[in-house]
């Protein structure tokens, strides 16, 4: 609980309030290297208001760190480095990335209910989300597909790296040491490592990474 409190004290000291600039248009050259997603909240007295989420992961162009920018009905009202955690009416948006992407973008309620964003329909979020509604079978087909690639390069990669640690003298004097039964040749290494990164990726699509994704990366 005390851990969870520090955290939320510290996002809060990394927002920063916008100036009202207008939330830029998506461009196709952005696909894979920036993310929009939307929450659109109803406020008891009727009023509709559309919140976005803005993130660039290859980071700001002055100074390289990725924000998120929180824009109100088009017009920014805050941001902060990653992770973030906006403040907005019926709880708070927490945004997390990752290499491959975003990790999280979640509209958190006071009850601790939570739903994830809407992805902007020109991102590449945005168009595996259309797959998915458009041809389910085939988007869960991709997902399978895409778990299975990430652990094949985590089973190929992880012998290799137990075999790597256990020479090193502290531990190879108190446990000894492991040798791979046949040599991985490089060319599988490679192929075993896009194929992670592959998996990973298209997870990230999703919102769906967990502790592999991030070996993979």
Do not use: K
């Amino acid at each position: 609980m005390a851990f969870g409190i520090m955290r939320n004290h510290l996002a809060a000291r990394r927002i920063r309030p916008g100036n009202g600039e207008p939330l830029p248009r998506f461009r196709w050259w952005q696909l894979l290297s920036r993310s929009v997603r939307t929450l659109t909240l109803r406020a008891p007295d009727g009023t509709v208001s559309t919140y976005a989420v803005d993130v660039r992961q290859l980071g700001d162009r002055d100074d390289g760190a990725v924000r998120a920018r929180l824009y109100l009905d088009g017009a920014l009202l805050s941001f902060s480095t990653v992770p973030a955690r906006f403040p907005v009416p019926g709880g708070h948006i927490e945004v997390a990335v990752n290499t491959f992407g975003l990790r999280r973008c979640h509209y958190v309620r006071a009850d601790g209910t939570q739903s994830q964003l809407v992805p902007h329909p020109a991102s590449a979020e945005g168009r595996r989300a259309r797959l998915h509604q458009t041809h389910p079978g085939v988007s869960r087909l991709i997902g399978v597909v895409s778990a299975l690639l990430v652990l094949v390069g985590f089973g190929v990669a992880m012998p290799q790296l137990v075999a790597t640690l256990s020479h090193v003298p502290p531990v190879a004097d108190s446990l000894g040491t492991f040798e791979l039964p046949v040599r991985i040749p490089l060319a599988v290494n490679i192929a075993a490592g896009a194929a992670a990164v592959a998996g990973s990726a298209e997870r990230a699509l999703r919102l769906r990474t967990n502790w592999l994704d991030s070996l993979a990366s």
